[in-house]
């Protein structure tokens, strides 16, 4: 399917729910080849909430190495992914 052959799979009426901004380089990423991405909540009760979610996958292996979830009380939670092992 398109998620083995894309480095980012189009998902159904993903752009409906989420405002999508292509973000500068990761930190760390002297290559330049992790994408780094803002999902930013359309949906007035969800924005609440969530202001957004910053998103940093590497193509080359097509996993997420980072995800940032930014609460609109300006906290903010980071997942670090590490030493993934794809099945």
């Known amino acids: 399917g398109e998620f ?24 760390g990423d002297r290559e330049g080849r992790l994408i780094r991405l803002r999902l930013m909540p359309r949906d007035e009760t969800m924005r609440e909430h969530l202001s957004s979610l910053v998103v940093t996958v590497d193509p080359e292996t097509r996993s997420m190495v980072e995800l940032r979830l930014e609460q609109a009380a300006g906290e903010a939670t980071v997942y670090t992914f590490s030493e993934v092992e794809m099945d």
Do not use: I
Not at 4 to 27: K, M
């Open 4 to 27: 083995l052959t894309a480095p980012l799979p189009r998902l159904s009426g993903f752009d409906e729910r989420f405002h999508v901004e292509h973000l500068p380089g990761a930190e």
